[in-house]
Structures are given as structure tokens and as C-alpha cells.
């Protein structure tokens, strides 16, 4: 299979605290881009980290990639309440089709 | 700049019944994607439109799905008869440059979605 598959399955938290998420997949990507869907709407395009790149920041996002491994975390610091949400991770491939898990549910609690 | 639209946003239809989706990619965007997730699995690919021409349908669960892309501008997913396991959520992505082989894949863009049931 060539989805990610992302862990925990689901993760709740305080707020102001840090939230990490990992994404685990099998071949040999280009790139792994990470998504976030609020309830009840469309999916949020996050970060894209390419296969020779080992971290990436954005704002309060930051992200590591281990070729290695296979794996990808996704870590979300001074978390919100806003951030509750489900988190996917999709392995890029030769393709322009993704490929997504079944995502992590984030509860954030004020 | 008008994101990705999707209508209706919620439809409730009986087993039998035909239903048809519409997706309003971003404009200028060549590369048009149809993705679904029904409830508690993931999120599946459908099919790839570039332009007006499909790309790749490989994601397309049967032929009672129907998709077209007419002048490459906005897109319809039509179901016909629809069955209960159709329900689920049917998302629409659009991303710019042409499809082909790369390096990097370009980022697409959602829109929020077809809630779908069907009783």
C-alpha cells in the first residue's frame, strides 16, 4: 500500500501544549505533504517537505522527514483551541494522485 | 483569488435516485481532482482531470460514477443509481502547473466538500 498511515490515531491535549504526530509509509517518496480538516469542511493544505529536505518549519508547525525510516512527524507547538482538527499525511509519489490515512484526530481543550 | 467550489455543500438522496456533484476549480487551474471519504476510512483518490481530458480514473469505485470536465473549466460527478455505500463526503481539489512527470508534486488545493447520504 502506498498511503501514509498516521499515529496516534487520536490525541487530546491542553491548551499551550505541544501536539506530535507521526506518519509512517513503505516505498520511496518525493515529497510528503501534511493536511489538516476541520470538521465539516475541506482539507488545508499545511506543509510539503521534499525527500531530500529533514525538517521544515511553518509558524507554529514544524515537520521532520526520515527517509530512513520511513516517517514523518508533524509537530504543532503552543497548540490552540483552533487547532482541534483531523491531520493526514500523504506520501508523494511519481503520480499526481494522493494517497491519504485515515488521519489523526486532534482535541485541543481550552 | 476564489478558492475551490463545491455544490451542493450537503445532499440527502434515496437508493435508486441520481445525484450529481459540481466542482469550481481555481481558476487557471489545469489539473482537477475528484476525492471521496466515506465514514471512519480514509480518503481515496477518484479520478484526475487535466483539462478537459481524464488522466487518471483508476480511483473510480464503478460505472454508476460518472465524471466530466467539459471545456476544462468547472467539473460534474454524477451517480447514477446511487447506492448506500456511496455516502460519504466528496471532496475536489485543484492544483496549477500540467501533470507529467516531476519531481515535486504541486500542492493542491481543497474545496469543503459534498456531505452525500443516501438512505
Known amino acids: 500500500s502506498q498511503q501514509g498511515e498516521e499515529d496516534p490515531q487520536a490525541l487530546s491535549i491542553q491548551e499551550g501544549e505541544n501536539a506530535t504526530m507521526n506518519c509512517s509509509y513503505k516505498?520511496?517518496?518525493?515529497?510528503l505533504q501534511w493536511y489538516r480538516q476541520n470538521s465539516g469542511r475541506g482539507l488545508v493544505h499545511l506543509i510539503l517537505?521534499?525527500?531530500?529536505?529533514r525538517e521544515k518549519h511553518s509558524g507554529r508547525l514544524r515537520v521532520t522527514l526520515d527517509t530512513s525510516k520511513k516517517s514523518s512527524s508533524l509537530l504543532i507547538t503552543a497548540s490552540r483551541a483552533a487547532d482541534t482538527a483531523s491531520y493526514f499525511c500523504?506520501?508523494?509519489?511519481?503520480?499526481?494522485?494522493?494517497?491519504f490515512g485515515t488521519g489523526t484526530r486532534l482535541q485541543v481543550f481550552p | 483569488e476564489a478558492g475551490v467550489t463545491q455544490f451542493p455543500s450537503h445532499s440527502v438522496i434515496e437508493k435508486g435516485q441520481t445525484v450529481t456533484l459540481r466542482c469550481d476549480p481555481i481558476s487557471g487551474h489545469d489539473n482537477l481532482y475528484w476525492y471521496r471519504r466515506v465514514m471512519g476510512k480514509e480518503i481515496k483518490f477518484l479520478l484526475h482531470?487535466?483539462?478537459?481530458?481524464?488522466?487518471?480514473e483508476s480511483g473510480m469505485p464503478n460505472n454508476r460514477f460518472l465524471a466530466e470536465r467539459t471545456g476544462g473549466t468547472y467539473s460534474t460527478l454524477k451517480v447514477q443509481p446511487a447506492e448506500l455505500e456511496d455516502s460519504g463526503v466528496y471532496f475536489c481539489?485543484?492544483?496549477?502547473?500540467?501533470?507529467?512527470?516531476?519531481?515535486?508534486?504541486?500542492?493542491?488545493?481543497f474545496g469543503p466538500g459534498t456531505r452525500l447520504t443516501v438512505l
Open positions: 516505498t520511496s517518496i518525493n515529497n
Open positions: 500523504a506520501p508523494g509519489y511519481n503520480t499526481d494522485k494522493l494517497i
Open positions: 517537505i521534499r525527500s531530500n529536505e
Open positions: 482531470f487535466v483539462k478537459e481530458s481524464k488522466q487518471d
Open positions: 481539489a485543484s492544483s496549477q502547473s500540467p501533470a507529467g512527470p516531476r519531481v515535486i508534486t504541486d500542492t493542491q488545493y
